[in-house]
């Protein structure tokens, strides 16, 4: 599995070209693509695309309800299954 953080070193988030080549590789490697969200909507926002699209990119993703929507507590792991 390839496991990447979003967000988390001096606020900067992944290229998203570079995620697609992570993904290809990814997929010829049959390996699974995960990424930590804990400031997953913070992301979106510099993006500027929706959580959907964003998604194509990895296999599972964890969202924190904590980091960026203030919940007291809380996560989710989320995948296609």
Same mark, same amino acid.
């Given at each position: @599995?390839?496991?990447?953080?979003?967000?988390?070193? #001096?606020?900067?988030?992944?290229?998203?070209?570079?995620?697609?080549?992570? $993904? #290809?590789?990814?997929?010829?490697?049959?390996? $699974?693509?995960?990424?930590?969200?804990?400031?997953?909507?913070?992301?979106?926002?510099?993006?500027?695309?929706?959580?959907?699209?964003?998604?194509?990119?990895?296999?599972? @993703?964890?969202? =924190?309800?904590?980091?960026?929507? =203030? =919940?007291?507590?809380?996560?989710?792991?989320?995948?296609?299954?």
């Amino acid at each position: @599995m390839i496991f990447l953080e979003n967000g988390t070193f #001096k606020g900067r988030v992944w290229d998203l070209a570079e995620l697609r080549e992570i $993904k #290809k590789l990814a997929e010829e490697s049959n390996v $699974k693509v995960h990424i930590d969200g804990a400031r997953i909507f913070n992301a979106l926002s510099t993006y500027g695309i929706e959580a959907k699209d964003f998604s194509e990119f990895f296999d599972t @993703m964890t969202l =924190c309800f904590t980091k960026g929507l =203030c =919940c007291p507590i809380g996560a989710a792991v989320v995948g296609d299954k």
